[in-house]
């Protein structure tokens, strides 16, 4: 049999590795694999490992107070060496951009085994711009040798860099496979906040914020954006999971604390977040998932960077890369709010991420690039 070892450890890769990980206990007699987490983010992680119901077989438990980018790849590279070693998989699988992602691929190669790189080939071309996330993708590529790419755009990019086409399979993201698992008709929120929104009557705008170079400045200017729009449209109720970064929430609670219909809530748990993305109007975020993620549910994103490695949704027309300025993101929301044709063309456009089948995809190449199966792989091509 063939030995994987998945490898996260935050909850963004958790919420994406979770469907491929139960895809792959499938295949006893074939794969045998097994789930190592560093827990660079513990809390978190935790709250995906138990919705998803997965045990990790190693949990190096590596996160500190206060830790720093130093912290995390240093004890994160010793202890999944540790873990290879005593494993010696045929395949290590790391997702996206984490620093755990890069330390685990830079420990595989030090040990000389392969690498899948799962939601590869997305690119900014501005090193800073997500930072670190946009450095950890590129020196993940260049360790990986096999590329989950999520579209056709990412495996251009990866062409561009010189890898092979062959090592490239074009696979739709696994956070759709996630998302659409977990939202459920008829949800019914436990948060007494969440529950008593009138979501017929009232459009949500869910706001998330949480990126180093948003910090200070143009955070402030989201949100004294956001006051502007709440004050001048009685129908809109703000709902807004605030991140624990204390440089996220001082300036949150002095522009946004006490304001009438701005819900200010703790960071949710992936499934009541993502019925919750099911149940706003519209998203404003610097995330990059959410980027994926509401378009699949028909919901438009404005996006609060002034970059993006998802430009497909851009081009798609599922989102709009507003930047920060106070100006911009007012207008950009209020065109939403009055102009239901624009709106209708963002919450209608074809999603050009995923159908729910990406984690069938990869391990569909695996079986085919392991000569497990002579099953021929089949790319994701978007509707």
Do not use: W
């Amino acid at each position: 049999m063939l030995k994987i070892i998945t490898v996260f450890g935050t909850r963004p890769e958790a919420i994406k590795m979770a469907p491929l990980v139960k895809e792959l206990a499938k295949c006893r007699g074939e794969i045998d694999c097994k789930v190592a987490v560093t827990a660079q983010h513990r809390e978190m992680l935790d709250q995906v490992l138990a919705l998803f119901e997965i045990r990790p077989d190693y949990d190096l438990d590596i996160m500190r107070r206060r830790q720093t980018l130093f912290d995390i790849t240093c004890r994160a590279l010793a202890g999944l060496r540790e873990v290879f070693e005593a494993e010696k998989p045929g395949l290590v699988l790391v997702h996206g951009d984490t620093t755990t992602t890069f330390a685990a691929a830079l420990a595989a190669y030090y040990l000389q085994i392969p690498v899948g790189h799962v939601e590869a080939g997305l690119r900014t071309r501005d090193k800073f711009s997500p930072f670190p996330e946009e450095i950890n993708r590129r020196l993940t590529g260049a360790l990986a040798d096999l590329h989950f790419a999520p579209t056709a755009n990412a495996r251009r990019n990866l062409l561009g860099e010189g890898v092979r086409g062959e090592n490239i399979f074009v696979t739709g993201n696994t956070v759709i496979d996630a998302l659409l698992a977990t939202v459920k008709p008829g949800y019914i929120f436990a948060d007494p906040v969440l529950s008593r929104i009138d979501y017929e009557n009232r459009r949500v705008l869910l706001i998330t914020t949480h990126r180093r170079e948003n910090l200070g400045g143009p955070m402030r200017e989201i949100y004294q954006a956001l006051r502007e729009v709440v004050e001048n449209y009685r129908d809109v109720e703000v709902v807004f999971p605030v991140h624990k970064n204390p440089a996220v929430r001082n300036v949150v609670s002095e522009e946004l604390g006490g304001l009438d219909r701005v819900r200010l809530i703790e960071p949710l748990d992936y499934q009541p977040f993502a019925n919750l993305i099911k149940h706003s109007y519209l998203v404003l975020s610097d995330s990059g998932g959410l980027q994926e993620e509401a378009p699949a549910l028909g919901k438009p994103v404005l996006v609060l960077r002034g970059t993006t490695e998802r430009p497909e949704a851009v081009d798609a027309g599922t989102v709009r890369l507003v930047g920060t300025g106070r100006e911009t993101v007012v207008s950009e929301t209020r065109r939403l709010l009055d102009d239901s044709v624009f709106y209708g063309k963002m919450a209608n456009a074809a999603n050009p991420y995923g159908d729910g089948f990406a984690s069938k995809r990869i391990i569909q190449a695996i079986k085919h690039k392991f000569g497990i199966s002579g099953e021929t792989f089949e790319e994701f091509r978007p509707c």
